[in-house]
Structures are given as structure tokens and as C-alpha cells.
């Protein structure tokens, strides 16, 4: 079985961007999800890393912790 989400259930979004801090999803996105086949949820979901990258975002755990 596919992975056919992006949350990892960390659901905040950010002020400026209005991206998901966990997944990079807009709201829209994640309201339309569930209406999206799968082609079109894993072109989307390959487009979320960039995505937040280019919002200067990193994903939650890919940052080393502080000390």
C-alpha cells in the first residue's frame, strides 16, 4: 500500500507562506485532498519538498536539535 498522504499530523500554518509547517500543503490542498486520485495527490506530494525549500521551511525533524 502507497503512502497517499503527506501529513505526518503536525498541522500548523505558517503566517507568511500559508504552507502546512508539516506537509507544505496550502489549506485548499488539504481540504480538496480527498477529492484528488492518486495520480494527482503524487504529483503534488513530489512537488512539497521544493516547495518548501523555497519557502525557507524545513519539515519537522530534518533540523538538528539545539543545544
Known sequence: MSKETPCIAVCMIDPTTRLC????????????????????????MARL??????????????QPPSV
Open 49 to 62: 519538498p521544493q516547495r518548501m525549500a523555497d519557502a525557507g521551511l524545513a519539515p519537522p525533524g530534518s
Open 21 to 44: 509547517l508539516g506537509c507544505g500543503r496550502t489549506l485548499p490542498e488539504i481540504a480538496s485532498w480527498h477529492r484528488l486520485d492518486s495520480a494527482e495527490r503524487r504529483t503534488l
